[in-house]
């Protein structure tokens, strides 16, 4: 069958660094040579996009020679770390940035779907912002009338329509923005993590929307994601990219386990906590600094334990609550821990972490940590700083726990203990 | 399964030319276009106690400002029409120009959220911001007319001159040169923003070397050595120009006329290819 999309030797150049003074020189220089009909000079210099290194010149290479080809009707997933070159690859897919070398053709429409209710203005009402938002995505004034009553339905904003989108509630919002999504009709759709907000009802219907496109109409779609499950369950076939090149492509179960296998090793024994960690700006009165485990092998109903250092970078005299969320390596949550109150006295303090009979069953975990300000108790937590996969563990499969022996995956991630007895007549 | 049409529909490439409008393309993006347009009309004045009548008070107060300053207290003669005419007259034509400018002038900034994630034809931006300054423009316009009739009724012997006919291609000149500086300065300001705020207060200068508070002429009879700057400006030859069908005030010359329009269209196609060239590099160093 042919291709819906080929893209060859797709590569993306960015420069490093504050553009400044610099900058006009090297401006004046690539003119210099394209007048005179040379190659650009900068083009051939640039380092692979390897970002725990420092770079040593000032080209960097987002992406590099990404070949792939798309057949219709088919959902691939994209899925990398961060900084592997997905959200670059996406960009230029959807046309918003151009590629420094190589091409796609597209045989088809293409609409991209970066983030939801783009276009929205907050003094427009509902319905005047579905207009606007799919005028934004390529849709003609005509198509949204036609499907105006199915997007105002499917969002269930019905009431509010009329009112300006300033006084919707954020789930609202992004509800609107993706009734307005699922009613494109393009031939290829690109998407990203869009499906990261919203809560897990709204991330089931987008999931399932984008399966019936796909199935019922045949709809080619590219998605990009960090939830391997979703990748697993929705795609056919995978992408792997890695410092800005294809480093995998096959299908899509496969690619997820290279994936899985090569790139996510997050330490079980001790982690610094560093910039790789954080994922948004905190306050960081306190600082968490590593996570060391002081327990043994894990199987089920076993106790962890974990030694939390932390620093004082301020005169704080609130108490903190450190509280943790278990991960397992699809990226799925499955539960959370909160300590008590503390007070933290000391510039540097270790706090002592443990949990005790967690019933988790055998497999990899990771744990995204959290230092809060205030407690449980008031029901007011305020980040003071995160470390996301600070720290991993497995929990083994034991001989006291001979049930466990062969796990299978479909049981689940957690071990319910029970009783049966039979009841007999006495 | 989808099916495949064996055209392909486009390729993703370097962009290298230096111009390349897909003129199907942006008329198959007109209804954004069109929701630009009454989206910028409608929200500006929402939860404002006067709402458009701010489209009427600001030319008039300037009207009203310039008249005491340059035609009371500098005595600048405007012959037989009235002063507050005369200077709203030229106000409403700079409005139009000024704001296409500034308009234009930061539509990557302005826009830079939508710009991150979606695609459509990015000229629409300038043309939609071009359409809604023609709106207010209108409505100034129809202040003029209220002021004219109000003024003729009062005893005031005024009227159009016959080159009224010229009143659209003014317009296009004005909307040509604004839209092509506002291009040129939003391009460039992408990688220097120093240019950002130079737009500000020299919109604010230009004003008085573009003959908007004074006739062509005064300058020749006041400071006849510096008279040039205002002569080879072609802006100030559109101002006396405009005035000159409407107030039948001033003077008029086919060749400064040519001039002007041919002026403002290098303006604009230098803005278009500057601007092409800007948004495909955009979004890597916003």
Known sequence: ?426 | MGKVSNQVHYRITPKRKLLDLNFPEIWKYRDLLFLFVRRDIITVYKQTILGPLWYLIQPLLTALTFTLVFNNIAEIPTGKVPPFLFNLVGITAWNYFSQCLTGTSNIFRANAEIFGKVYFPRIITPIASVITMLFKFGIQLGIVIVVYIFLLSGGFHIHPNLKLFLLPVYILIMALSGLGLGLIVSSVTIKYRDFGFLVGFAVSLLLYISAVPYPLKEVENKIPEYAWIVNYNPLAHVMEGFRYIILNTGTFNWAWFVFSFVFSIILFLTGLVLFNRSEKIFIDTV
């Open chain 1, 1 to 426: 069958m042919k291709s819906i999309l080929i893209a060859e030797n797709i590569s993306k150049q960015y420069r490093l660094g504050v553009i400044g003074t610099g900058n006009i020189r090297h401006d004046l220089k690539r003119w210099w040579y394209l007048k005179r009909g040379k190659e650009d000079p900068f083009i051939k210099i640039g380092e692979k996009n390897r970002q725990d290194t420092k770079a040593s010149g000032d080209y960097v290479w987002a992406l590099k020679d990404i070949n792939f080809e798309v057949k219709p009707g088919e959902i691939l997933g994209i899925i990398g770390k961060n900084g592997a070159g997905k959200s670059t690859l996406l960009k230029i897919l959807s046309r918003i940035t151009a590629p420094t070398t190589g091409s796609i053709e597209v045989r088809g429409r293409i609409s991209s779907l970066l983030e939801v209710g783009t276009g929205f203005h907050r003094e427009l009402t509902g319905r005047e912002n579905i207009f606007m938002n799919g005028a934004v995505l390529g849709m003609t004034k005509r198509e949204i009338k036609t499907k105006l009553d199915e997007i105002i339905d499917f969002s269930g904003c019905e009431r509010y329509i009329d009112t300006p989108v300033k006084r919707y509630s954020s789930g609202m919002t992004v509800r609107l923005g993706f009734a307005v999504a699922a009613h494109l009709e393009p031939d290829i759709l690109v998407v990203d993590e869009v499906l990261a907000v919203g809560d897990a009802e709204f991330q089931k219907k987008a999931i399932g929307k984008m399966n019936t496109l796909s199935s019922d109409s045949g709809r080619t779609i590219l998605f990009v994601s960090h939830n391997m499950d979703a990748v697993k369950s929705l795609c056919q076939r995978g992408l792997v990219l890695h410092n800005g090149e294809v480093d995998f492509a096959g299908e899509a179960r496969e690619s997820v386990d290279h994936y899985l296998s090569n790139y996510r090793r997050i330490p079980q024994i001790q982690n610094k906590i560093n910039e790789s960690h954080r994922r948004h700006k905190n306050s960081r009165a306190l600082e968490l600094l590593s996570i060391s485990s002081s327990h043994n092998d894990l199987h089920t109903r076993s106790r962890m334990c974990f030694d939390v250092l932390i620093r004082k970078n301020k005169n704080i005299t609130f108490p903190v609550c450190l509280t943790g969320t278990i991960m397992n390596f699809s990226d799925m949550e499955i539960g959370s821990f909160f300590s008590e109150e503390i007070y933290v006295h000391q510039e540097e303090s270790t706090i002592n972490l443990t949990i005790a009979d967690h019933n988790l069953a055998p497999g990899s975990y990771y744990i995204n940590l959290t230092i809060s300000k205030g407690s449980l108790k008031n029901a007011h937590l305020s980040e003071v700083d995160h470390a996301f996969e600070a720290i991993s563990f497995e929990i083994e499969m034991k001989e006291r726990n001979e049930y466990f022996v062969n796990w299978k995956k479909n049981w689940g991630q957690i071990y319910f203990p029970s009783e049966v007895k039979l009841k007999t007549d006495i």
